[in-house]
């Protein structure tokens, strides 16, 4: 499939990388306002360069787009390719809101195409052997599911750009922007969360709308008990990794990124001794914990080959608009419950 990226700065890049390096895809045309971040950006990989959307999405050859542009301001974007008849895989949070993600997933049905998410941290065999425990019911019954992001972003990476650290276009702060792909993973593994009560603060930085800490208790479905934290005022000399913590009557599972802390159940499968050889957390530092732009391009690059696929099958694909609308509506809560004196607010 012919891919176009909408927007680009430093996501963009990877997601020339991305689909460069995939399978299925190869990298069409570049679009930007900034007709020179367009042209440098095309120029490098051999595509075609737009300031102008609608010409950009006019080209016949197009067929599906990547939206790297600032987290509030998805929404247009998004519509346009829809609208255009392109299909859509859009960056995180798919959108701020659910209603705005709401007008995503009604515009995709409308005109019969796919509007997918970049839930990159999906991707990677340490999730992949979590998901397949947590499938088959290795934990028992599930007591216990956290999530901890606990980064550090300095004064400068806020003052970068005029929308980091606003509501209308980072559509939160600690929680929204770096925390999302864990709560996706919390989510994705110990199933959907019925209730949470939360508090936020900005603690170290200034001149930002957003909060730097939050702290929310969750209740799952299922019964388990968590806490979902994120911060961005936590230093760490290599940065902390993310971490999701699933523990239940017959096991216990900590990942830290991409790889274990804690792989330990009741009862042994003989993929067990595999996972603690190869997957156990070594000396890494944390992934984008302390550097937005230290992450690894081949997370996206599964990602997009997923849609694909599903696109070329006929399904919905694993990272769907309705997956990613999960995440941002916990977000929500959380904000809602933490704005009202940390009241208990039902998803």
């Not at 367009?38 to 959307?53: F, H, N, P, T, V």
């Not at 800490?213 to 990794?241: L, M, Q, Y």
């Not at 230290?294 to 399904?315: D, K, L, P, S, W």
Request: with cysteine.
């Amino acid at each position: 499939m012919k891919f176009g990226i909408i927007g680009a700065g430093m996501i963009g890049h990877f997601h020339a990388k991305a689909i460069t390096a995939m399978t299925g895809g190869e990298l069409h045309s570049v679009f930007d306002l900034r007709a020179e971040a367009a042209e440098k950006l095309a120029s490098e990989y051999g595509a075609k360069a737009y300031s102008d959307m609608a010409a950009f999405l006019a080209d016949p050859e197009l067929e599906i787009v990547t939206i790297g542009t600032p987290s509030g301001s998805h929404l247009d974007p998004s519509l346009a390719a829809l609208n255009a008849g392109k299909h859509v895989i859009c960056e995180k949070p798919l959108e701020v809101t659910v209603e705005r993600i709401d007008q995503q997933m009604a515009a995709a049905k409308a005109n019969g195409k796919v509007i997918a998410a970049v839930l990159n941290r999906r991707f990677h065999p340490g999730m992949d052997a979590f998901k397949k425990a947590a499938d088959e019911g290795r934990f028992g019954k599930l007591t216990s599911a956290s999530c901890y992001v606990k980064w550090y972003r300095d004064q400068a990476y806020y003052d970068s750009a005029a929308w980091r650290g606003t509501w209308a276009l980072d559509g939160g702060g600690a929680l929204m922007n770096q925390s999302i792909h864990t709560i996706d993973a919390l989510i994705y593994l110990a199933g959907p969360i019925k209730s949470v009560q939360a508090n936020t603060a900005c603690l170290a930085h200034t001149d930002i709308e957003v909060e730097d800490i939050a702290v929310a208790i969750v209740e799952f479905e299922n019964g388990a008990r968590g806490v979902i934290e994120g911060s961005t005022c936590t230093w760490s000399k290599d940065g902390h990794p993310a971490r999701v913590q699933l523990s239940g009557t017959e096991g216990s599972v900590f990942l830290a990124d991409e790889a274990f802390e804690i792989w330990d159940f009741m009862h042994e499968k003989p993929e067990d001794a595999e996972i603690r050889s190869t997957l156990m957390k070594g000396q890494s530092g944390g992934l984008g914990a302390n550097d937005p732009k230290a992450i690894n391009y081949y997370q996206h690059q599964r990602n997009f080959e997923e849609v694909v696929n599903a696109i070329n099958e006929g399904r919905e694909p694993t990272v769907s608009a309705s997956e990613a609308r999960k995440p941002v509506a916990v977000i929500r809560a959380i904000y809602e419950s933490a704005q009202n004196g940390g009241k208990r607010v039902e998803l």
